[in-house]
């Protein structure tokens, strides 16, 4: 079934997407789903264990479940320090 | 955990964990230098998701301080574009002995670089920009695992 999620983007995500947030509806059941469903958005070529994603703000897993009305937060790989 | 746009003193910082029980204190500074792979860099701009690199930080903190017998611990990490040779990030711990001190701080840094929610963005000499991809922050955690291992 399809979900309302609010996705937001950061640095190299938002940059290919062209924009930092968007809600998009998408049949998904976690986060790694939400991930696949909008490739063409954020453009990663990296393996999905070099990236993170948070839900409604808290860190989540790739294997998170997300609900009708969440927002998913995409990671590119972090680079502190 | 502190996020700061503004200049990182560690000087002042360093003198908030003056306590008479510490034996020791360690700090890391981490600098921006002004090469990376092969690149002449001119300068670097952070992105940082204050809201969960504050929460994810405070946590990286508690698991030191879970882990090693610690007085004090605190990390500072700029955002925004900063300059060759300036302060990117600080770590200061504060323990009886200098062992656990030592342990804690490499501990701390080397978690902050692999999770929390910051990105950076070096801006080259010849003009060019390009994001950072730390997967060798990833990998240089595996290659000393018991720096990283909670």
């Known amino acids: 079934m399809s979900k309302s999620i609010t996705v937001r983007y950061f640095a190299g995500f938002r940059e290919h997407a062209g924009t930092g947030q968007e809600t998009v509806s998408v049949d998904a059941s976690t986060?790694?789903?939400?991930?696949?469903?909008?490739?063409?958005?954020?453009?990663?070529?990296?393996?999905?264990?070099?990236?993170?994603?948070?839900?409604?703000?808290?860190?989540?897993?790739?294997?998170?479940?997300?609900?009708?009305?969440?927002?998913?937060?995409?990671?590119?790989?972090?680079?502190?320090g | 955990m502190d996020i700061t746009k503004d200049p990182i003193d560690p000087d002042r910082l360093r003198d908030e964990?003056?306590?008479?029980?510490?034996?020791?204190?360690?700090?890391?500074?981490?600098?921006?230098?002004?090469?990376?792979?092969?690149?002449?860099?001119?300068?670097?701009?952070?992105?940082?998701?204050?809201?969960?690199?504050?929460?994810e930080g405070d946590k990286v903190i508690s698991e030191a301080k879970k882990k090693?017998?610690?007085?004090?611990?605190?990390?500072v990490h700029r955002s925004g574009l900063l300059e060759i040779g300036e302060c990117a990030v600080w770590v200061g711990v504060t323990s009886a002995h200098r062992d656990e001190a030592f342990a804690a701080c490499r501990f701390i840094i080397d978690q902050v670089k692999v999770r929390?929610?910051?990105?950076?963005?070096?801006?080259?000499?010849?003009?060019?920009?390009?994001?950072?991809?730390?997967?060798?922050?990833?990998?240089?955690?595996?290659l000393h695992p018991e720096a990283v291992s909670s």
């Open chain 1, 31 to 80: 986060a790694g789903d939400v991930f696949a469903a909008l490739k063409h958005r954020h453009g990663s070529t990296e393996p999905l264990g070099h990236c993170k994603v948070a839900i409604n703000d808290e860190m989540a897993e790739w294997d998170s479940a997300v609900n009708d009305g969440d927002t998913v937060l995409l990671f590119p790989p972090v680079a502190g």
């Open chain 2, 68 to 75: 090693f017998p610690l007085l004090h611990a605190e990390c």
């Open chain 2, 17 to 55: 964990l003056i306590d008479d029980r510490a034996g020791a204190y360690v700090g890391f500074e981490g600098w921006i230098r002004n090469h990376n792979e092969g690149q002449d860099v001119l300068r670097l701009e952070y992105e940082v998701y204050e809201p969960l690199a504050l929460s």
């Open chain 2, 116 to 142: 929390l929610p910051i990105w950076k963005k070096e801006h080259y000499v010849d003009g060019h920009s390009g994001w950072v991809n730390c997967e060798r922050c990833a990998e240089h955690g595996q």
